[in-house]
Structure formats: structure tokens, C-alpha cells
């Protein structure tokens, strides 16, 4: 189970991107700029991605990676974090 809790925060996400890897999957949180969801105006969010080993981010072509959209909050850091546990059980596990 990948557990962040003392290893990441949202003021280092705002100043840079956090990966890490478990058991074959890679994965990365970095805050972007993205449209909110009325069309209004851009605002922060983490984005969530994951990727198979071995190959760091840079390296591995887009259509193996796969990514979400979380809050850019505590909440959203916290569901970031349920999301990569939700994505290797699914997918590394269960050999998905």
C-alpha cells in the first residue's frame, strides 16, 4: 500500500512534482493550472499519474500513462494517494 503520509504537502507540490514507484507502477503529483470546470478561469490541481516500470516519465510514451484530477487541497492529496493504491490493485495486482 503506497502510504505518503509525512513524505509529501501541498507546499511542495506547489514547488515541485513527487514520484515515486511501487511494486511495477511508477507514479507522479504535480500541481497544474487547469481550466475550472465552469470555463471561468485556470486554478490549481494535482494531477495524478501512473505509469509501468521501468522507464522514468520523460521516457515512457503517453499512451502508458494514464492520469486524474484531484482538488488542489488536503482533501484532494488525501484522494490523489487512495487513487494510486486504487490503480495497483486494479491493474498490478490483479495483473490488469
Do not use: H
Not at 513524505?7 to 511542495?12: G, K, R, T, V
Not at 513527487?18 to 470546470?37: D, I, Q, V
Request: proline fraction near 4%.
Amino acid at each position: 500500500m503506497i502510504d505518503l503520509t509525512g513524505c509529501i504537502a501541498l507546499p511542495l507540490l506547489k514547488k515541485s512534482a513527487f514520484t515515486g514507484s511501487y511494486k511495477g507502477m511508477r507514479y507522479r503529483l504535480k500541481k497544474e493550472m487547469l481550466a475550472a470546470a465552469d470555463g471561468d478561469r485556470e486554478r490549481e490541481w494535482i494531477r495524478a499519474v501512473i505509469w509501468p516500470e521501468p522507464y522514468a516519465f520523460s521516457a515512457t510514451p503517453e499512451e502508458q500513462k494514464e492520469w486524474t484530477d484531484f482538488e488542489f487541497s488536503d482533501r484532494g492529496l488525501l484522494e490523489a494517494v487512495e487513487w494510486l493504491n486504487r490503480m495497483y490493485e486494479e491493474k498490478w495486482l490483479e495483473g490488469g
